[in-house]
């Protein structure tokens, strides 16, 4: 049998003559070939590495319902009809995703969101195949670096605000990376249990949206610069009840009270909170003062984390059109807390974002248009041509011998799309 990880475009060995030289490891910078059939070159010939071009590859953020209805659109048994268009956007991102000029990578929102869908290892399945393995980091774990390179700033008298993070910083794997062909994925098995959580997390969520929505509309004409302000002023004690949940559970525990196990693992917001104080720590040794300067840090400096302000200002946004009439707020998005969170974190990582109609006109609207440092271009069903228009002209824009490149490494049909990767495999 041939080595299965070997693989074609083959050329003539050097050795042994045959047409059997194939790929068998692709890495950043070169790849290898060695012949199927004689093995050569073996262990005691220099192997036989092949360079290749650097890649600057796309970043595109695709929202969950760009997922679900390009799986609708593949998937064989589904019965109803999908807009056209999610097939072609599909066809679209593989081929130029094959041809390493984009990556779309995955994020904790998509298996949080896929587990309630009828198809959820479909999901996993298209977005895996676009994304290769790049995942970006938690919302959490970003909002914590995001923090405390604000508070380096504020520190050390630097522009606030500024940050040194790019997407590369933010994901798991190489995003310019020339991609193996073989991709292994595990089923992990967190679904259950995740589900049962996630169902909770979002009733409570969605209680406190309609609970918000009721206050905005209860609170006539009132602007933007109004509710900025108002939903800035939440985020210390966001913070602080969050921690003190763990601080609760924590000393029940001491007094040998019974107590969940997983509330005394410290959450996020404690997390966030004992880092900024160990930060200030470094500065100061009074007990007064780190607090007097965590609590300025929270209240006055907090709306330069990317995250915070991104987060604040489309909840503002939201609430002045609710509060000025132009929106009803029974229109709310029910996934709309779990969407900012997404774009709050993602949106200064991504060079496009494909988003749902309400979140898109958001950020498209003035004042978040011109207020948002490194906005991606912003694309939504109201916009699809163009996000189509979009991806042609990142092919368009390619020299050729990238293509002669992807060619002579992954042979011709490879960038054909995958059309059948929902039908059942034999
Ligand atoms: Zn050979």
Known sequence: MLNPFINEPYLPCPKCGETYFGV?????????????????????????????????????????????????????????????????????????????????????????ESIFSAYPSEHKRVYELLSHGITYWPFWTVLRFEIHEQLENWFEKRKMGQTKYTVHNFV??????????????????????????LQTTNLNLKQGIAELADFWESQKDKDFDFWFQHELKHWKNTFEEGASKTIEAAMKYIQGLSVDPLEILPNSSYMILREIKEFVGKYTKDEDE?????????LEQIHHVPFVRIHTMLFAAI???????HMKKDKINSSIASDIN????????????????????????????NCIDKMPQV???????????????????TPTTHFEKVKEVYGEEWVNPYLTVLHPQL
């Open 342 to 369: 997404m774009v709050s974190t993602y949106l200064p990582f991504c060079d496009a974002i494909f988003l749902d109609r309400q979140m898109a006109g958001l950020l498209r609207d003035q004042p978040l248009k």
């Open 290 to 298: 780190i607090q007097k300067l965590t609590k300025e840090f929270l």
């Open 319 to 325: 609430a002045t059109k609710i509060s000025s009439g």
């Open 172 to 197: 798991h794997g190489d995003i310019d990376e020339w991609q193996e062909k073989l991709l292994i994925t595990v089923e992990t098995g967190r679904w259950k249990n995740l589900k049962a959580d």
């Open 24 to 112: 068998l490891h692709i890495s950043k910078f070169q790849y290898s070939r060695r012949c199927a059939k004689c093995g050569f070159p073996s262990a005691q010939d220099p192997p036989a590495w092949f360079p290749l071009l650097p890649v600057n590859k796309t970043v595109i953020y695709l929202d969950q319902l760009m997922i679900s209805n390009m799986v609708k659109s593949l998937h064989p048994d589904f019965q109803r009809s999908v807009d056209p268009f999610f097939l072609e956007a599909f066809k679209k991102l593989d081929r130029l995703s094959k041809l390493q000029l984009i990556v779309c990578p995955d994020s904790e929102f998509y298996e949080n």
């Open 379 to 397: 694309f939504s069903m109201a916009n699809k041509q163009e996000f189509l228009t979009y991806l042609d002209n990142i092919e368009k824009n």
